[in-house]
DNA sequence: ATCAGAATGTGATGTAGGTCACGTAACCAA
DNA sequence: TTGGTTACGTGACCTACATCACATTCTGAT
């Protein structure tokens, strides 16, 4: 689907707004192509953006120790991603986001956000709805953490995105979920 | 400091409403008092409130199996609480929260959340930010469990909140912490 | 004051998953 | 086509933490 209507569609689910209004909130946006493997934000960087994603799928991730990766997010379509405690407090980036596939993004700056949630109490709405549903998704991952052993939260996560299976290197899905790719091997070997 | 004022500060911080506004939105919370040991979300219930604690210390925790706890947030003054993928989602609770100590808090009704930011676009911009500061700190928390051993953990959480050693049980910051108790007493004895 | 139930410490032992090492297969790019 | 990088599998061994068992406080209710 077109960038804009795919866009317009996904915030018309949690908030109304006219045609004319999505126009004005849409030139906003800055389209952004980027091939497999380019970076959109590295650890140190300043970051100014949050990103869209229209299609392709970008990692959130963290390197630890110039060594280890782990992987706070896989973006697919209609998700939005960035360093968001670098954003809001407008520190330098940690973590780092870049492309498993070539990928199209929408761009848009803090600035315009929060000037665009003050002209428009929906699409203050918006923002909020989907941060909630961020927050939520996020605690249930914790807990997940906390409670299951590789295994099921291997079963919950092809479960939520079947398509990772065959995008994403397998390596990637440990980092994900914060195991040794051997361990990730091993449980396939176990089926 | 009283209940109200506390609030009003709170939110202060993040919106700026007239006196009068704040009073009409005060008018939808209702004080709650609880003894130590009293239990405000049992896992099952139907969820309709979220909670602003005023005073004392909340857990809001998920229990496994019928035996393992998981401490998913020491809720204190200033911090707000629910079952918020239950209360949302119009789904039955899957954790409990209940008082570490005795407490006041500060009950909203999701319907009165939702009206009064509708009604005022401030009141939704607060709750945007309150919502993104848990998402923020949620993430952190969750790039921690991946990267730190117990230890670090620990220390992190003291770092956090220094009352919380001398305030909760050495098992509840075990708990949140997602370790057995045996493991965090021989975490001290190594001092 | 007393007693039951929490909370905590500590040893012995088990285990999930990490780390290291090595081999093979797939995928580009020149 | 070839050579280099990346992905993936698998064995041997190691370690952080869990589990179980029991002893020792501490605490709160009668």
Redesign the interface.
């Known amino acids: 689907m077109e960038a804009k209507l795919l866009l317009q569609d996904h915030i018309a689910k949690t908030a109304s707004i006219t045609d004319e209004q999505f126009d004005y909130v849409y030139s906003h946006f800055k389209p952004l192509f980027f091939k497999k493997g380019q970076t959109i934000i590295i650890s140190g960087d300043k970051v100014d953006c949050e990103y869209f994603v229209v299609s392709g799928c970008l990692k959130a991730f963290?390197i630890?120790d110039e060594i280890?990766m782990?992987i706070?997010q896989f973006a697919m379509p209609t998700w939005w991603t960035s360093d968001?405690?670098a954003l809001?407090n407008q520190t330098k980036a940690t973590i780092n986001i870049d492309c498993i596939t070539d990928a199209e993004v929408l761009c848009l700056s803090n600035d315009d956000r929060e000037k665009l949630?003050k002209e428009f109490?929906q699409v203050?709405?918006f923002?909020?709805w989907r941060?909630?549903k961020?927050?939520?998704a996020?605690?249930?991952?914790?807990?997940s953490?906390?409670?299951n052993n590789v295994k099921i939260r291997y079963e919950e996560l092809l479960a939520l995105y079947p398509q990772l299976y065959n995008l994403v290197p397998k390596h990637l899905i440990a980092a994900y979920l914060?195991v040794s790719r051997e361990t990730l091997s091993r449980l396939y070997a176990s089926h």
């Open positions: 963290f630890n280890k782990y706070l968001y405690s809001y949630c109490h203050e709405h923002f909020r941060t909630n961020g927050y939520i996020s605690q249930k991952r914790l807990l953490f906390m409670n914060g």
